[in-house]
T-cell receptor, first 115, second 112 residues
Framework: GAVVSQHPSWVICKSGTSVKIECRSLDFQATTMFWYRQFPKQSLMLMATSNEGSKATYEQGVEKDKFLINHASLTLSTLTVTSAHPEDSSFYIC???????????FGPGTRLTVT | QQQVKQSPQSLIVQKGGISIINCAYENTAFDYFPWYQQFPGKGPALLIAIRPDVSEKKEGRFTISFNKSAKQFSLHIMDSQPGDSATYFCAAPNTGGFKTIFGAGTRLFVKA
């Protein structure tokens, strides 16, 4: 149980375009979802936290107009990278958590390359 | 302050040896301490977790030791295998549990 999927697993896009990444909890209801960014050989950096039906809470330094997060249902959250630039190239990982549970279940990650 | 300090940054162990990774935290309100294992190109996966009401938890070859007074917890991997080669992160949820603070990670390499 507790499976989280991400789609796509990797994506290449041109500078200036937008990319949407989906995160789904397959067998539980995710009241809270988290989006992380990870650079090579570094730890996970939390970008934002979203609760179903509410606006996302962004971490300091993360541009909310650039990284649009939508948590429209208890099983789906999306991250849209708008007007992507090469410096946005990274590994994006989502995680999901049910209410009252400390444990987060991570997705497999999405490798974004902006050319 | 809400930090989790992890050491060492990297670790090389012979097959069959014991791998030990340490973490120290500052916020005494933390009450859940998971360890995650991450392989290259994959998302992290929960390995083992402990709550501060116990000093040790063992699951197979993996053991967490917890020292509440020293505000430290460690991961021990017994009989380390090449398949254990991965990056390990300690973590703790912040006050309120609304987000998780991750350590910097330890890259473990087990030599065959």
């Amino acid at each position: 149980g507790a499976v989280v999927s991400q789609h796509p697993s990797w994506v290449i896009c041109k500078s200036g375009t937008s990319v949407k990444i989906e995160c789904r909890s397959l067998d539980f209801q995710a009241t809270t979802m988290f989006w992380y960014r990870q650079f090579p050989k570094q730890s996970l950096m939390l970008m934002a936290t979203s609760n179903e039906g509410s606006k996302a809470t962004y971490e300091q330094g993360v541009e909310k107009d650039k990284f649009l997060i939508n948590h429209a249902s208890l099983t789906l959250s999306t991250l849209t990278v708008t007007s992507a630039h090469p410096e946005d190239s990274s590994f994006y990982i989502c995680s999901a958590r049910d209410s009252g549970d400390y444990e987060q279940y991570f997705g497999p990650g999405t490798r974004l390359t902006v050319t | 302050q809400q930090q989790v300090k992890q050491s060492p940054q990297s670790l090389i162990v012979q097959k069959g040896g014991i791998s030990i990774i340490n973490c120290a935290y500052e916020n005494t309100a933390f009450d859940y301490f998971p360890w995650y294992q991450q392989f290259p190109g994959k998302g992290p996966a929960l390995l083992i977790a402990i709550r501060p009401d116990v000093s040790e938890k063992k699951e197979g070859r993996f053991t967490i030791s917890f020292n509440k007074s020293a505000k430290q917890f460690s991961l021990h991997i017994m009989d380390s295998q090449p398949g254990d080669s991965a990056t390990y992160f300690c973590a703790a949820p912040n006050t309120g549990g609304f987000k998780t603070i991750f350590g910097a990670g330890t890259r473990l390499f087990v030599k065959a």
